[in-house]
């Protein structure tokens, strides 16, 4: 067994992990904070990737703006699910697939074929490696968690102001928000955009860093971000406090993306690692649901028994 192929792995594995992280964040707020399954993100990320490789490499932009411009794509999208859900009362989960569905054939436009490479171009990461001499996936892992710490301090900045605490209550009593006189059909729609820019940006910045955008880069986004989600909850559930679920958010995509280098590792074939990433979802949520039946099912055991 090669080491240090195994290294190499987990150490791009770890990179890719902090990157998608930020996609996680996204996630994070719609299912977690305001209790929205969107099912926008696996369009939108591959949107953002979309955006920001035909503008560096159609039209030779700066691949920093086309970060921002990939980002404001993302928002876009999450701005039409938004519409469709709070205007037209479509519910979440329909008008963020009608929106998924759509976003498919505007990639394919924006791109004018299913995939764009980047070799050629340069990129964020591209820069920093001339600039430092270091391996590209240790240049991915640097900026993407300084860009993850930014972001981590921006939310956690924003949710503690009375727009991003309303939006919380949103979630947690939207009837108790709206009786205070809170438009919660606006929040709805602030959160929806706010996540799916995220994702736009996590879509351009996995597309900087492996060097090419596909138009099925999205595909089964949403059961990542679900899967980081979870593990990272399960890692750091006890600790309750907002930064440290946000933070969560990051940990739980690293850890995600190390348990699937390791199993490629391992010899599994990679076309099953959709299976792989549900059957950890699927077990994450059950087995607290389980366990939690049966400590209440011996509680009440016992005290039967004490009673008798």
């Known amino acids: 067994m090669n080491i240090a192929g195994i290294l190499l792995a987990l150490q791009g594995a770890a990179s890719q992990g902090i990157l998608w992280g930020i996609l996680v964040l996204g996630v994070y707020i719609t299912y977690e904070i305001l209790n929205i ?4 993100v696996d369009g939108s990320f591959a949107l953002g990737g979309c955006v920001c490789a035909t503008l560096v490499v159609g039209y030779g932009m700066n691949p920093v703006l086309a970060l921002i411009i990939a980002t404001v794509s993302g928002m876009v999208a999450g701005a ?4 469709l859900h709070t205007v037209f009362e479509i519910p979440a989960i329909l008008a963020g697939i009608l929106t998924q569905i759509a976003l498919w054939s505007i990639n394919l436009r924006i791109m004018g074929k299913s995939n764009t490479p980047l070799l050629k171009s340069s990129t964020i990461f591209s820069g920093f490696v001339e600039a430092t001499g270091l391996k590209s996936s240790m240049a991915s892992g640097i900026i993407g968690l300084i860009i993850a710490v930014i972001i981590i301090a921006a939310l956690y900045w924003f949710f503690g102001t009375e727009l991003g605490s309303a939006l919380r209550a949103t979630g947690n009593n939207e009837d108790m928000i709206r009786a205070l006189g809170v438009n919660t059909k606006m929040m709805k729609m602030i959160a929806l955009m706010l996540s799916n820019g995220l994702v736009g940006l996590s879509g351009g910045l996995v597309c900087q860093s492996q060097k090419y955008a596909d138009i099925g880069m999205g595909t089964g986004a949403i059961v ?3 899967a980081a989600i979870v593990i990272g909850d399960v890692l750091m559930g006890r ?5 440290s679920r946000l933070i969560s958010a990051i940990v739980g995509a690293i850890v995600y993306f190390l348990i699937r280098a390791i199993v490629l590792q391992l ?3 990679a076309n099953d690692m959709k ?3 549900a059957i950890i979802v699927a ?3 059950c087995i607290p649901v389980a366990l939690n039946k049966y400590r209440a099912k011996r509680a009440y055991t ?4 004490e009673n008798a």
């Open 275 to 277: 299976l792989l990433s």
């Open 37 to 40: 399954a969107d099912l926008t």
């Open 283 to 285: 077990l994450a949520l």
């Open 239 to 243: 600790l309750r406090s907002f930064a």
């Open 80 to 83: 039409i699910t938004g519409l």
């Open 267 to 269: 010899g599994m074939d």
């Open 224 to 226: 990542i971000g679900l």
């Open 302 to 305: 016992e005290g039967g028994n």
